[in-house]
């Protein structure tokens, strides 16, 4: 396979999976005032010219013909692990195309560099992790300890060797979002907190 047909693949994936959680109501913009698309155009000032997106989501204020929130999510199939450059370069790509109005994802099949981690964090870009056996780990931060007290914990040793700069998961679980060894459970109650809409 192509590595140009195993990216659009990939794409396909996390598309259907998003498009499943939007409709299902799962994500933290609603499904009847958003709508999800592949390989969008959107105009950067600084190019003076358009980028495109790997997916975007595109929230509406009732009534309105402008978005008022866009997401924008990166797809990287690598079968080495992300370096920091890949979120540096999605960053940029998010502050052309929108600036404060725009919420980030970068999803992968691979693990991340401990800097990609970190820049990620600072800039609270979304990190989702897409695993062969078609298991979706998430990986969110910035979380407050309000919303984190009745939720099960996990060793911060453990949760590091078990997902961040690993290549195979050791916990089989849906869902995965950590901060402080605490875990969610909730992924749109995650999803609101870090992108403060709540």
């Not at 358009?50 to 990287?76: A, G, H, R, V, W």
């Not at 970190?118 to 989702?128: L, M």
């Not at 914990?153 to 605490?182: G, I, P, T, V």
């Amino acid at each position: 396979m192509s590595t140009i047909s195993k990216g659009n693949n990939f794409e396909n994936k996390v598309f259907h999976y998003f498009q499943e959680e939007l409709q299902s109501e799962n994500l933290f913009v609603p499904s009847k005032t958003s709508k999800i698309f592949k390989k969008k155009h959107y105009f950067s000032k600084d190019r003076e010219g358009f980028i495109t997106t790997d997916i975007s989501i595109e929230t509406f204020i009732p009534n309105s013909t402008q978005y008022s929130l866009l997401t924008i999510i990166e797809c990287k199939d690598y079968a080495q692990s992300i370096p920091v450059d890949d979120i540096e370069e999605f960053h940029a790509k998010v502050q052309q195309v929108a600036g404060n109005n725009v919420k980030a994802i970068f999803t992968t099949s691979a693990a991340l560099q401990r800097s990609a981690i970190a820049f990620a964090r600072s800039k609270k870009i979304a990190v989702v992790r897409f695993l062969p056996d078609i298991l979706v780990e998430w990986v969110f931060y910035n979380m407050t300890n309000d919303i984190l007290s009745d939720k099960p914990q996990l060793d911060s040793n453990e949760f590091n060797s078990a997902f961040l700069n690993q290549r195979h998961r050791s916990r089989n679980r849906d869902f995965y979002a950590f901060d402080d060894k605490l875990l969610y459970g909730s992924l749109s109650c995650l999803l609101k907190n870090i992108f403060n809409l709540v």
